[in-house]
């Protein structure tokens, strides 16, 4: 069994009159467990600005329903590049340069992909999964 | 103007022959801009003890303000609860008004996204609310924070 955890730290001294602190640390486990994921997959990719859908992660019939966790980020630096983020074409938000994002994600049926589309520039996008397993195309 | 920052951490000394460790801070800024993020929920926390499905970002309530859609808003939410069995389904009203699925947070797990936040009607038609499921009637505690322009 493995140990992964996933801490976030939110932190402003002047977004709100006292200084906002807050930090949480969870253990990424298989669903319904206590036993660690042990699976995970990562890249760097481009995606292209042509503002078309395309699939970052495809949903797969052995993760429906596990305890997937995604990471990604956007790593271009210009301030006004985006790229939204999709889960079967429902658009969850926009992660700008520099921004990143980490969700569970359920994989809830074949279709529920986690996609993204970048309007007007190319961008160059890290992810990570972390997961219990993935059904394998056939050669 | 505000500087608030997301600063995540993902670490695992043996999922992997070699130890993995990801580390990333974002600067919560305005859309297309350096310009941090002002506004805020502030801290939030509700309870929940039946497995209907409730709002839990509501928009056509919310703070007796409209989030300005598609712009760089992000929500943080936590499950509190310690129970590994018992989760938290959450979930986006995608364009066609119906519920889109995104994933289940156990006990002590955390979220944090993006948010477009768009806004059509007070019928809630084609909102993106964001909807919660528990999985139990056991008492159930979400915190949460929405950072917005």
Not at chain 2, 15 to 23: E, F, K, P, Q, R
Not at chain 2, 82 to 97: C, D, L, P, R, Y
Not at chain 2, 117 to 145: G, M, R
Request: charged share 15%; hydrophobic share 40%; aromatic share 10%.
């Amino acid at each position: 069994m493995a140990t992964t955890t996933a801490t976030i730290t939110l932190a402003s001294t002047d977004l709100i009159s006292d200084s906002l602190s807050l930090s949480s640390t969870t253990t990424l486990y298989d669903a319904g467990t206590t036993t660690g994921l042990t699976q995970y997959d990562s890249g760097r990719v481009k995606i292209p600005g042509d503002n078309n859908i395309y699939i970052l992660l495809d949903s797969t019939a052995a993760a429906v329903n596990k305890g997937n966790r995604v990471y990604v980020a956007n790593k271009n630096t210009e301030d006004a590049h985006y790229v939204d983020i999709l889960i079967d074409e429902a658009v969850l938000g926009r992660l700008y340069a520099g921004d990143w994002m980490f969700i569970p994600w359920s994989q809830a049926d074949a279709a529920a992909n986690l996609e993204v589309r970048a309007p007007n520039e190319v961008n160059t996008v890290e992810y990570a999964i972390f997961h219990e397993g993935r059904t394998f195309t056939g050669a | 103007m505000a500087k608030t920052t997301a600063q995540i951490t993902l670490a695992s000394p043996d999922i992997a022959d070699n130890t993995i460790s990801i580390s990333n801070v974002a600067y919560l800024t305005k859309a297309g801009s350096a310009v941090g993020l002002d506004q805020t929920s502030g801290l939030r926390r509700r309870t929940f003890t039946s497995t209907s499905t409730v709002k839990l970002i509501d928009l056509d309530h919310y703070q007796d303000q409209t989030l300005t859609a598609n712009k760089a808003a992000k929500v943080y939410i936590k499950n509190t609860g310690t129970s590994t069995a018992e989760h938290v389904k959450v979930g986006i009203q995608n364009a066609a008004g119906a519920l889109e699925e995104i994933g289940w947070l156990y006990g002590g797990d955390w979220m944090f996204f993006p948010y477009s936040a768009a806004y059509t009607s007070a019928a809630h038609a084609n909102n993106q609310d964001i909807d919660v499921t528990p999985s139990s009637t056991d008492s159930v505690t979400l915190e949460y924070i929405v950072f917005y322009e």
